[in-house]
């Protein structure tokens, strides 16, 4: 249905008469303001300097509160046909992301020559005053009732998560990595390329002629490059798992081969590299409208995880967020709604996994649930349903009811919100990188970078593993 903005005429306006709005300062809107103003001030950009400098976080520029009484003044009293004469504005305190302002002008004076002069207030969502100030508009004689024009599209990228992740590891000595049975192009190329960039070291285990057929055929340089020739691809993943076993190799690479026949090597009771820890897949997540890192688990490996395996799930994504240099990551556990339903099991999972965090069963993050996705990700849809929370909004982790839930949730991120994906197993004595044949060079290479992060997190101390589990998990 279309939106028409009306007018009000200079003889239609009457001294006391009001109008208001309300709006959320978003991340978003705190960025396209620096951009189209050219603000670089880090107070509005940089989360760090704001901290350091009284901030509770990055804030929005003072005239953002302007600009909500000039949308009033233009859209709605006097509205379309208005013209500025002057306006003016006292600022009493910061907007911070996720403040919710109700922007007011009132009537207080007609003079000659069609001019108004309106009062002016914007206020937060405790009352407080941000902005007061007064208006002097040219109110427009002719009555308007005009079609609201649809409003450009605009998507906010606010970082390259990736590239700062390549910057970490680029100056950190290559890992001895096993790939297991890189035998067509794109899982040849992908290591090779990993390679390339210094963040492993590969030990290439498989046929060794199909592996030099595939390198001529694509122009991959195989030069000072260890081949291990073991006959077909069940041989190549327990070869791999064998060098991690010795201390040869300190991440394992899936080439062209089923997961399953990796982790079944991986999880072998009485030659595998199983911990005590149930193994789980992390996706790191690049999504531009989202700031910063988000990480998806479990969306590849445990299909319908019970509690033991969520607690698991949430400790090996918690220790991947410590290895990117989250110090304290915010997880949100995911079901379809934000309060506990006995008869939705993810609502019960969620709140005894907070629990389990209380009672220090879980370490090194925060956790908040069941939270919907909506109440996970967005600080309006967490302040609609008032929910009051250090995660519910900033979620740097989400963990997924199921592997269906999660291995939905994170394709509809790569190809609806245009997100990079890189994805590790954890839980093993080193990470593993399961590669897609749809992954592209950047999300490969991130996925390296990011195992070999974790490896040298290994090798400095970090905890393998440190929890019980039953049986071995179900793998997809």
Not at 53 to 62: E, K, N, Y
Not at 147 to 157: D, I, L, M, N
Not at 462 to 476: F, G, H, K, L, S
Request: hydrophobic fraction near 50%; charged fraction near 20%.
């Amino acid at each position: 249905m279309a939106t028409f903005l009306e007018n009000r005429t200079f003889d239609e306006i009457r001294v006391g008469q009001t109008a208001e709005l309300q709006r959320t300062l978003t991340r978003d809107d705190v960025a396209l303001f620096s951009k189209v103003s050219g603000d670089l001030n880090p107070i509005h950009m940089d989360e760090a300097y704001a901290r350091a400098h009284g901030a509770q976080g990055v804030v929005g520029h003072s005239l953002w509160a302007t600009g909500l009484i000039s949308s009033l003044l233009a859209n709605v009293l006097p509205g379309p046909g208005t013209v500025y004469r002057n306006q003016d504005a006292v600022f009493h305190r910061q907007v911070a992301l996720g403040d919710s302002l109700t922007a007011r002008v009132w009537v207080v004076e007609k003079e000659p020559q069609n001019l108004v002069l309106l009062r002016c207030e914007v206020v937060n969502q405790r009352g407080e005053p941000v902005m007061t100030g007064r208006a002097v508009v040219v109110a427009p004689t002719e009555k308007l009732r005009i079609e609201a024009a649809a409003a450009a599209e605009v998507t906010v990228r606010h970082h390259d998560s990736f590239n700062a992740l390549f910057d970490k590891v680029a100056p950190l000595p290559p890992i001895p990595t096993a790939v297991v049975h890189p035998v067509d192009q794109v899982s040849l190329a992908g290591a090779m390329e990993a390679a390339e960039s210094t963040f492993v070291e590969p030990i290439l285990i498989g046929p060794a002629c199909r592996i030099r057929a595939v390198a001529e055929q694509a122009g991959i340089d195989l030069a000072g490059t260890e081949i291990i020739d073991v006959e077909h691809s069940h041989a190549a993943a327990e070869s791999a798992v064998a060098l991690v076993r010795e201390g040869r190799a300190e991440i394992l690479m899936k080439g062209s081969l089923h997961t399953d026949e990796v982790l079944g090597a991986v999880l072998h009771k009485a030659s595998g590299i199983r911990t005590e820890r149930r193994i789980s897949h992390i996706f790191v997540m690049d999504v531009p409208t989202y700031p910063g890192l988000l990480l998806v688990s479990d969306a590849a490996v445990n299909i319908d995880p019970d509690l033991d395996a969520k607690r698991d799930i949430c400790q090996n994504a918690i220790d991947l967020a410590h290895t990117l240099g989250i110090a304290q990551p915010r997880v949100a556990v995911l079901s379809a709604v934000e309060t506990i339903r006995p008869r939705i099991q993810s609502t019960l999972d969620a709140a005894a996994l907070c629990k389990m965090a209380d009672r220090g069963q879980i370490v090194g993050g925060i956790l908040d649930g069941p939270l919907a996705l909506d109440n996970a990700i967005n600080l309006e849809a967490a302040r609609i349903k008032k929910i009051s929370s250090e995660v519910a909004g900033v979620a740097d982790v989400l963990i997924a009811p199921d592997l269906e839930a999660g291995n939905i949730l994170a394709k509809q991120l790569i190809f609806l919100a245009n997100a990079e994906a890189a994805g590790i197993v954890l839980g093993a004595r080193v990470p593993i990188v399961l590669t897609s044949r749809a992954d592209s060079v950047r999300t490969r290479r991130a996925s390296a970078a990011t195992a070999v992060l974790h490896a040298h997190a290994l090798r400095q101390g970090a905890p393998v593993a440190d929890m019980a589990i039953e049986a071995a998990p179900e793998t997809a």
